[in-house]
């Protein structure tokens, strides 16, 4: 069966000290991996895609990495405005997106 | 704002009324998705429609709910006597084309509450 499982499920930092999200997937022909955040009361706003082992891509203090089974959100150096729940989907070709429940991020200041 | 709109944000029901829910893809987009969000869980996949065609219906119950994507006008998911197990956030997203690899883009969601 295709699974996406994220860890840690909640994380709380101190404002500048830096970790990383896991995303680890047991699928059938990924066709790409999607990183988003959300905020409460809010949609999931998009962040990167990764479509191969070995691709990264960045954005301010966030950089993703991808292997063949899994995805790290790395976060350098957060700030309070960086907490919010980050989710990762799996895309399975057509229409079939399969999402992760998701890390709760709070950085403290 | 040319992004996912959703309305009404929330919504509240009585147990065996009907909710209606409405999303506009962002422009350009041909493709909506409907996803449910209970607390703590991850977006569960519902239904995914094309202008006027269903192409993937298998995360919607059979019962109760339908969801249409009309030539003109939102897409409407809609769900006939509303039960409290109804209770959710349901997402809308919106896409270019399929099997592309294009991100989805989602609304900021209806919140319904059934009394």
């Known amino acids: 069966e295709d699974q996406v499982t994220q860890s840690p499920e909640a994380l709380r930092l101190q404002e500048g000290e830096s970790s990383s999200l896991n995303c680890s997937y047991t699928v059938s022909g990924l066709r790409g991996l999607f990183w988003y955040r959300q905020d409460p009361g809010k949609g999931p706003e998009f962040l990167f895609t990764l479509y191969s082992a070995g691709e990264e891509k960045e954005k301010e203090r966030l950089k993703a990495t991808l292997t063949k089974k899994e995805s790290f959100l790395h976060i350098t150096a957060p700030k309070p405005e960086d907490s919010a729940t980050y989710l990762c989907a799996v895309h399975l070709g057509g229409d079939k997106i399969i999402f992760g429940k998701g890390t709760r991020l709070h950085i403290l200041p | 704002n040319a992004g996912v709109m959703q309305n009404p944000r929330h919504l509240v029901r009585r147990r065996g009324q009907e909710a209606r829910l409405r999303c506009s893809p962002m422009?350009?987009?041909?493709?909506v998705y409907w996803y449910r969000q209970l607390p703590e869980e991850g977006l569960k996949f519902m239904v995914y429609?094309?202008?006027?065609?269903?192409?993937?219906e298998s995360g919607m119950p059979k019962e109760r709910f339908s969801a249409e994507f009309p030539k003109e006008g939102p897409s409407i998911l809609r769900i006939q006597q509303v039960v409290r197990g109804d209770s959710a956030a349901y997402f809308c997203a919106s896409s270019p084309a399929v099997g592309s690899g294009q991100p989805q883009h989602f609304g900021d969601g209806t919140r319904l509450s059934i009394l």
């Open positions: 429609l094309q202008k006027e065609n269903i192409i993937d």
């Open positions: 422009k350009g987009h041909s493709h």
